[in-house]
């Protein structure tokens, strides 16, 4: 099984910035797409980047142009730089991790606890 960490959520004024990092707990070379989701109260959960092993990334319209999502293959980390953060950014944010079993061969899914995120003056 991979788990993940996140960390690096807090309370941001609008048009400020934060970090997100979420990291796994070992090293899975069959790790495929790493990313970020995030979930506001009364809403569903939604997507907010992702980023493949090969590097395509994948954004919300909401947040292209204002995130950025990386990765650190040798520390097994994902980041989402958040710039130009709004009221409407605020939620908890989950990390996500699609790999594949190399016992099975299966593919599997793993989240983050989820770190909170509040966008207010």
């Known amino acids: 099984q991979v788990q993940l960490v996140e960390s690096g959520g807090g309370l941001v004024q609008p048009g400020g910035s934060l970090k997100l990092s979420c990291a796994a707990s070992?090293?899975?070379?069959?790790?495929?797409?790493m990313g970020w989701y995030r979930q506001a109260p009364g809403k569903e959960r939604e997507l907010v980047a992702t980023?493949?092993?090969?590097?395509?990334?994948d954004d919300a319209d909401s947040v292209k142009g204002r995130f950025i999502i990386s990765r650190d293959y040798a520390k097994n980390t994902v980041y989402l730089q958040m710039n130009s953060l709004r009221p409407e950014d605020t939620a908890v944010y989950y990390c996500?991790?699609?790999?594949?079993?190399?016992?099975?061969?299966?593919?599997?899914?793993?989240w983050g606890q989820g770190t909170q995120v509040t966008v207010s003056s």
């Open positions: 996500y991790a699609q790999w594949r079993s190399a016992v099975d061969m299966t593919d599997k899914e793993s």
């Open positions: 070992r090293s899975v070379p069959s790790i495929n797409t």
């Open positions: 980023i493949a092993i090969g590097g395509a990334r």
